[in-house]
């Protein structure tokens, strides 16, 4: 059975940092999402099973980085210059398949309960 659990989330203002990690039960190719009230959910960031291949949302790139503690089975999404529409649930995902094939929430087998990210203005 695979877990995820994620933590770090929280209330904070524009303009600031927040760091989200995602403890595994083992090793995947693991990925953010969020969702944000009445929206779908959406893509943020994955880093593929070896730590070799990174891909982001257009909507985060150069504001948040992805990366992965294979020694401790942990992705964290480390989240600068937060804006209000980064609001929502993040969700950390994970998949055996060791390359990144798919940016959609179809390309995982594997949730997290969620954390609650807010940015207020």
């Known amino acids: 059975q695979v877990q995820l659990v994620e933590s770090g989330g929280g209330l904070v203002q524009t303009g600031d940092s927040l760091r989200l990690s995602c403890a595994a039960s083992g090793r995947y190719t693991m990925g953010w999402f969020r969702q944000a009230p009445g929206k779908e959910r959406e893509f943020v960031a994955t880093i593929s099973w070896s730590g070799g291949s990174l891909s982001y949302a257009d909507s985060v790139k150069g504001r948040f980085t992805i990366s992965g503690d294979n020694a401790e089975n942990t992705v964290y999404l480390q989240m600068n210059r937060l804006k209000p529409d980064d609001t929502g649930v993040y969700y950390c995902?994970?998949?055996?398949?060791?390359?990144?094939?798919?940016?959609?929430?179809?390309?995982?087998?594997?949730w997290g309960q969620g954390t609650q990210v807010t940015v207020s203005s």
């Open positions: 995902a994970a998949t055996t398949v060791r390359a990144i094939t798919g940016l959609t929430t179809g390309g995982y087998e594997y």
